[in-house]
């Protein structure tokens, strides 16, 4: 069985601060690990995944994140956050390197105040 | 990158009638289509896979005669809501993937039942 975590609802930055968003999983195999963003109106962007391989990964818009098995934890940052990163944020495992069968956490909304 | 449209991006309707969604591929061919469903404050919950041409697979839970799934071409699916109650109420979000294997998302549909 696999399942997400993501502490944390609602996270609030101030522009150019660190943004760091949580996200643990479950998995009773070896996890494909997704982070999606939403914007308002919009579909889920993918932002980065962890497949195989280098356990930090780059994304898109300056967002990286690291898979560390020991903590069960794929935890999202950017070191500066931007106005334009305010948006909900989902963390997702798989069984799949190609997203299907994807078991979503419960979003973070991130606020950047300016 | 690919475009995923649902529509409508909005509907109402009243208890025990039928709403149909439509999810679009617009620029590439879909093999294959998911359909979630996202309760406020909650993960997306998988409800079916459905793959081109073929009956559609429900997740465990999901009424397969109250939702209704139709995968007729390469770049539309459809999702009907039979006999709509209350209760159904959500927001409902598409998901395709073509040959690389990349799932893009759609727009999602918020559905309002009176």
């Known amino acids: 069985a696999q399942s997400v975590t993501q502490l944390g609802s609602h996270v609030s930055v101030s522009e150019g601060a660190l943004v760091l968003l949580r996200c643990n999983y479950s998995s009773s195999v070896p996890p494909y690990l997704f982070w999606y963003v939403q914007y308002p109106n919009q579909g889920l962007q993918l932002l980065l995944k962890y497949t195989t391989g280098a356990t930090l990964v780059k994304g898109i818009n300056g967002f990286e994140a690291e898979f560390k098995k020991s903590e069960t934890s794929f935890h999202l940052t950017k070191p500066s956050a931007h106005m334009s990163d305010a948006a909900e944020y989902f963390c997702a495992v798989s069984d799949h390197a190609g997203a299907n069968n994807l078991f979503f956490g419960t979003g973070t909304r991130l606020t950047v105040i300016p | 990158g690919a475009v995923v449209s649902q529509h409508p991006s909005r509907v109402i309707c009243k208890s025990g009638t039928s709403v149909k969604i439509e999810c679009r591929s617009l620029d590439f061919q879909a093999t294959t289509m998911f359909w979630y469903r996202q309760f406020p404050k909650k993960s997306l919950m998988l409800m079916a896979t459905s793959n081109e041409g073929s009956k559609a697979t429900y997740e465990q839970g999901v009424e397969k005669d109250k939702f209704l799934i139709n995968h007729a071409s390469l770049t539309l699916s459809t999702l009907t809501v039979t006999s709509a109650h209350p209760e159904d109420s959500s927001f409902y979000i598409c998901?395709?993937?073509?040959?690389?294997?990349?799932?893009?998302f759609g727009e999602g549909s918020r559905l309002t039942v009176l």
């Open positions: 998901s395709a993937s073509g040959d690389t294997g990349e799932l893009f």
